[in-house]
């Protein structure tokens, strides 16, 4: 099956500054996600980005599917954004299970 | 427009003992997936959903079973259950037929004593 990994498996930043979080995936797929884990366990769906480049406001994302690698970034980053960000992966494109990377845990501190 | 709802938040249950985990997806959204999250194994794919029918399943042993409902509720059964069964247990809906819209659940958190 697919492989995901994701780096840094742990980081810690001073609020304000920026990061740059990596997926890479061993095979090809259709569908690619980052989530993000809130310390209450909630996971909240980021991006949908198989290919190309989104933003949303202090958050984007690039995914070069040919390359088999997504990036996240996070720019002047918040204490509210601690938590573990994953990435998840479908070889199809209909929503319907996802291979997950082991994560990557994010500390802001004040 | 709601989430996705799943009751109860916290369970205790003693091994041996089977549980039943409940799953309200978003209106509208026909696929319902489950997933198992513990420290050691990370998110675990269990089975997926589609109009009352398991269209995916993970490699979980026969003691996880699931059912889903006309409506899309879905349910996930696990009987006889092992401490190893303890964990974080998710569900996600989405419409089922393209890739985005995938939303989860607060989570079931299940612990096994």
């Known amino acids: 099956g697919i492989q995901v990994e994701q780096s840094p498996p742990d980081l810690i930043l001073q609020e304000g500054a920026n990061s740059t979080l990596r997926c890479n995936f061993s095979?090809?797929?259709?569908?690619l996600q980052w989530f993000h884990q809130n310390p209450w366990g909630q996971l909240i769906n980021l991006f949908y980005?198989?290919?190309g480049t989104k933003q949303n406001g202090r958050l984007s994302a690039t995914t070069v599917a040919t390359e088999r690698y997504s990036l996240l970034y996070i720019s002047s980053s918040q204490t509210t954004d601690s938590g573990v960000y994953f990435c998840?992966?479908?070889?199809?494109?209909?929503?319907?299970?996802?291979?997950f990377g082991p994560g990557t845990r994010l500390s802001v501190l004040p | 427009k709601a989430g996705v709802t799943q009751t109860p938040r916290y369970l205790i249950k003693t091994r041996g003992q089977q549980v039943t985990l409940s799953c309200s997806p978003i209106?509208?959204?026909?696929?319902v997936s489950w997933y198992q999250q513990t420290p050691g194994q990370g998110l675990q794919f269990l089975f997926e959903?589609?109009?009352?029918?398991?269209?995916n399943k993970g490699n979980f042993p026969g003691r996880f079973s699931g059912r889903q409902f006309s409506n899309s509720r879905s349910e996930m059964n696990v009987s006889t259950l092992e401490l190893g069964d303890s964990a974080l247990y998710l569900c996600?809906?989405?419409?089922?037929?393209?890739?985005?819209?995938?939303?989860f659940g607060s989570g079931t958190r299940l612990t096994v004593v």
């Open positions: 996600a809906s989405s419409p089922g037929d393209r890739g985005n819209g995938y939303t």
């Open positions: 095979d090809s797929v259709n569908n």
């Open positions: 980005i198989p290919s």
């Open positions: 998840a992966v479908e070889r199809n494109n209909y929503g319907q299970n996802f291979v």
């Open positions: 209106s509208g959204h026909r696929s």
């Open positions: 959903y589609f109009s009352e029918t398991q269209r």
